[in-house]
């Protein structure tokens, strides 16, 4: 599966921002997604999680209560809306894709979108 990532761009704080993550292929309901994000000079992190059927969702603490992942099987894409956005979540975001089951190891995920660059001013 080919994923590609979108929506990101320079906003200010408290603002919200809505990414997609397009996939390519008829197989999208077979994967599990996922969200994470990399700021300069730190390790790629866990954002948000998906299971294939929509029944499950993961977050990270740092993100709960402001963001929310969904997918629309038909559409092929996954979400992830952002609220109330921080400056600590300047990043660039990656939409991830598994077979297996969702998790917030980066190891469990196949397949990488090419990420899009999330800036939040104070």
Same mark, same amino acid.
């Given at each position: ?6 929506? @990101?761009?320079?906003? +200010? %704080?408290?603002?919200?921002? /809505?990414?997609?993550? *397009?996939?390519?292929? #008829? !197989?999208? &309901?077979?994967?599990?997604? @996922?969200?994470?994000? +990399? %700021?300069?000079?730190?390790? /790629?992190?866990?954002? *948000?999680?998906?299971? #294939? !059927?929509? &029944? ?17 099987? *038909? ?48």
């Amino acid at each position: 599966v080919q994923l590609q990532a979108s929506g @990101g761009g320079l906003v +200010q %704080a408290g603002d919200s921002l /809505r990414l997609s993550c *397009a996939a390519s292929g #008829r !197989t999208f &309901s077979r994967y599990a997604m @996922g969200w994470f994000r +990399q %700021a300069p000079g730190k390790e /790629r992190e866990f954002v *948000a999680g998906i299971s #294939r !059927t929509i &029944s499950i969702t993961d977050y990270a603490d740092s993100v709960k209560g402001r963001f929310t992942i969904s997918r629309d099987n *038909a559409k092929n894409t996954v979400y992830l809306q952002m609220n109330s956005l921080k400056p600590e979540d300047t990043a660039v975001y990656y939409c991830a894709a598994t077979i297996g089951s969702m998790g917030p190891s980066p190891a469990l995920y196949a397949y990488w979108g090419q990420g899009t660059l999330v800036t939040v001013s104070s």
